[in-house]
């Protein structure tokens, strides 16, 4: 998959490794803009996602496997409203697919994301170089972090840096002291001496950063007015997890095909569930058990008032309305 590459943020001179290259360059279609994970400004990664490229721009993309894959995954993205308006908002024009897309790349599938939503990973992804992250943690002046989460960056990357430096030096000098007593031994033991260094590093590095998080942990549970803000967090974690567990789950079963048998999920074996839709056996199966397990594990409440706040313009009418009146019969007391 090519190497990793690596950027310093012009904004705050941290060193970022962002994303996968060829050789020195990242694939030409790729997110345009990345976000700092210490200050939180915007770096321009000299890609483009397809979309935002002009008609004349594309046909100079070669049409093999690569390019497809990347094409495919760039429109995947760009499936994302939220995404759409970020690229705007930072100068980005976006150029509907033409005929003549169709025609140059006859393997990459169009008509997938065609009033389609965004998968789980490519909504991840985003996330991951900083472009889908809560717009409240974000300045309205500078588009950059508030100044109390740039701090506490600012504050880890240092420490993280620390960690470091003091584990590779730890490492090298136990490395080279044992590597060259063992050498007068014999020459592979030498070789043992340079590897128990190197574990050196990490044990060093696992260490410090373990003392220091408890280190903060305990400076932070010896404040009485914390108390119950460290007694908040667990709902908040377990709220969490529950919505983990129901974007995974809902990326298998498909939020159409939960919210059309839910009624026949909830009632009957799965085995007498009469799906219409031409899935194989094998899908078939793993969409039911999906749907089931957000069912038995008392999800259903969470993912159909998530389907309704984040699809309520995406999806059909006809769908959010099916949404809503199972909602209201889950809520409905007895």
């Not at 594309?58 to 690569?66: E, G, S």
């Not at 500078?142 to 620390?162: C, P, S, V």
């Not at 584990?167 to 340079?194: D, E, M, P, R």
């Not at 460290?230 to 939020?255: F, H």
Request: glycine residues 6%; contains cysteine.
């Amino acid at each position: 998959m090519g190497r990793h590459w690596m950027v310093s943020c012009p904004h705050c001179n941290a060193a970022i490794a962002q994303g996968v290259g060829y050789g020195d360059n990242i694939p030409d279609i790729w997110v345009p803009l990345i976000r700092c994970k210490v200050c939180g400004g915007l770096i321009k990664t000299g890609g483009n996602e397809y979309l935002t490229l002009t008609v004349n721009e594309r046909t100079k993309l070669r049409a093999n496997n690569q390019n497809n894959e990347f094409i495919e995954k760039s429109l995947d993205r760009t499936n994302n409203k939220d995404y759409l308006t970020f690229l705007k908002n930072n100068g980005y024009a976006i150029y509907p697919i033409t005929d003549a897309d169709k025609e140059r790349f006859k393997d990459v599938r169009f008509d997938m994301y065609k009033n389609q939503l965004p998968s789980l990973s490519a909504t991840q992804s985003l996330r991951n170089v900083g472009i889908l992250i809560d717009e409240k943690q974000l300045d309205e002046k500078t588009g950059a972090f508030k100044q109390e989460i740039l701090d506490n960056n600012i504050k880890e990357y240092k420490l993280n840096r620390k960690i470091l430096r003091w584990g590779l030096i730890i490492g090298a000098v136990v490395g080279i002291i044992l590597g060259w007593s063992f050498s007068y031994i014999n020459q592979y033991l030498a070789i043992l001496g340079l590897a128990i260094g190197v574990g050196c590093t990490v044990a060093v590095c696992y260490g410090m950063d373990y003392y220091y998080k408890h280190k903060e942990e305990s400076l932070n549970s010896s404040k009485p007015a914390q108390v119950n803000n460290i007694n908040n967090t667990q709902p908040a974690k377990k709220s969490e997890q529950d919505k983990q567990q129901y974007l995974a789950l809902i990326e298998k079963c498909g939020i159409r095909f939960f919210i059309k048998y839910y009624r026949k999920i909830l009632r009957l074996p799965l085995k007498d569930v009469d799906v219409t839709e031409n899935y194989s056996s094998a899908e078939r199966e793993e969409r039911l058990l999906a749907a089931k397990k957000i069912i038995d594990l008392g999800l259903s409440e969470l993912a159909l008032t998530e389907i309704i706040r984040v699809y309520d313009d995406i999806l059909d009418k006809e769908v959010i309305e099916q949404a809503k009146a199972l909602l209201d019969e889950i809520r409905k007391p007895d």
